[in-house]
């Protein structure tokens, strides 16, 4: 089920600018029609964060009560997700950026939109998720490990840099 819910995720970026290009007035788009076209994106990558973390937690809660805090598949599970945890830089980003959209505000910070009119007429859009890691290390949501890490890179990273990431690490 995550990984049905990040493809949709993924193609956000693609179905957005469909939507823009459907518009009957492309160029004039704007008050609420643009509000809620670009709140989309926003509420899949929130129900996508949400999603994974209760799966960890519930999980977590099951194993605990099926096999006792104390068991190997409880350990066993908790030192899976420390491994992510240490191991991932994407593991490390959903986290974090799951704990900032709870806490903070939303983690897309921008979400870019270029509209082109063609010689045939048509218009043809550019949409893309942008994280703007600068914005978030203003926050005390953002474990301080992490932040180091984030830190290092300020300049603002797309989608496309980080999804196939955290594909590979939801298969483990």
């Known amino acids: 089920m995550l ?14 600018a469909k939507a823009f290009e459907s518009a009957p007035n492309v160029f004039a788009f704007g008050g609420v029609e643009l509000t809620l076209a670009l709140a989309k994106p926003q509420n899949l990558l929130s129900n996508f964060l949400s999603a994974a973390s209760s799966f960890r937690d519930r999980a977590c809660t099951r194993l605990g009560e099926r096999f006792g805090s104390g068991s190997t598949e409880f350990k066993g599970f908790a030192e899976e997700i420390t491994a992510a945890y240490d191991g991932w830089f994407a593991y490390r980003l959903l986290y974090n950026l799951r704990n900032y959209g709870v806490h903070h505000d939303s983690p897309l910070s921008l979400i870019p939109v270029r509209g082109v009119r063609q010689a045939s007429g048509a218009a043809e859009f ?22 180091r890490s984030l830190a290092a890179n300020l300049t603002k990273f797309g989608s496309c840099h980080w999804s196939g990431s955290i594909l590979s690490c939801m298969d483990r």
């Open 3 to 16: 990984k049905e819910s990040f493809t949709v995720l993924e193609g956000i970026e693609h179905n957005l």
């Open 126 to 147: 550019n949409v893309s998720l942008v994280l703007c890691p600068a914005e978030m290390l203003r926050s005390a949501k953002i474990q301080k490990s992490f932040a």
